[in-house]
């Protein structure tokens, strides 16, 4: 099984560039994030979606956009980017009950 | 809102050695999960804690809940190189797992 899949794996965008960072899953999971993952900082919430059609924010959301179409994706989109956006990007799917996450293997992103 | 913190930041042992991780939460928690990361890798899974007092095994992993749920550890017997990472505990809402700060163990071989 696949699991969790995240593209690209690395990204370099300048100032102002807009992006979007892909998700899917192949586990029919209902429950989907997005988390940000800076030094010192941990992992922090940015976007979560409980299932197609429904999304919220998180603990960070400012700068970015989600939607959620479909189970199995979970795209996030930077509109403008900024330095301050330079991090390594995880999307995370679970079921329901929050009782288990698992992770992509993450995308790393230079704004520069 | 929620806060989750971790002690200690960071530890270094040599192999063999007992290490130790703690973990605090502002509010009472509904359950607690905990999750490794090695260097460069995402997050995996280890284990979830729901009831008072909760002790569990795995292997030389012991995961312990708190009794009054707000604060939980990771106690790892006899450490490996294998063990090598960061570890994190979660707490929150259903939908809004919050990851706590992280304990990274580095192990002298």
């Known amino acids: 099984n696949a699991g969790v899949t995240q593209t690209p794996k690395f990204q370099v965008l300048k100032t102002g560039q807009s992006m979007t960072l892909q998700c899917a899953q192949d586990m029919n999971h209902e429950y989907m994030s997005w988390y940000r993952q800076d030094p010192g900082m941990g992992l922090r919430l940015i976007h979560y979606?409980?299932?197609?059609?429904?999304?919220d924010q998180g603990e960070v959301p400012n700068g970015y956009n989600v939607s959620r179409s479909t189970t199995e994706d979970f795209p996030l989109r930077l509109l403008s980017a900024a330095p301050s956006q330079t991090s390594v990007y995880f999307c995370a799917s679970g079921p329901p009950t929050n009782e288990k996450l698992f992770f992509g293997s993450g995308t790393q992103l230079s704004v520069l | 809102g929620q806060q989750v913190m971790q002690i200690p930041q960071y530890q270094h042992v040599q192999e063999g050695e007992d290490f130790t991780t703690y973990c605090n939460s502002s509010?009472?928690?509904?359950?607690i999960q905990w999750y490794k990361q090695r260097p460069g890798g995402h997050p995996v899974f280890l284990i979830q804690?729901?009831?008072?007092?909760e002790v569990k095994k795995q292997k030389r992993l012991t995961f312990q809940f708190g009794e009054a749920k707000k604060n939980s550890s990771l106690h790892i017997t006899a450490t490996q190189t294998t063990d090598v990472g960061t570890y994190f505990c979660t707490a929150g809402a259903t939908n809004k797992l919050i990851f706590g700060t992280g304990t990274l163990l580095a192990v002298q071989p």
């Open positions: 509010t009472t928690l509904s359950n």
């Open positions: 804690l729901v009831k008072s007092g």
């Open positions: 979606s409980v299932g197609a059609g429904i999304t």
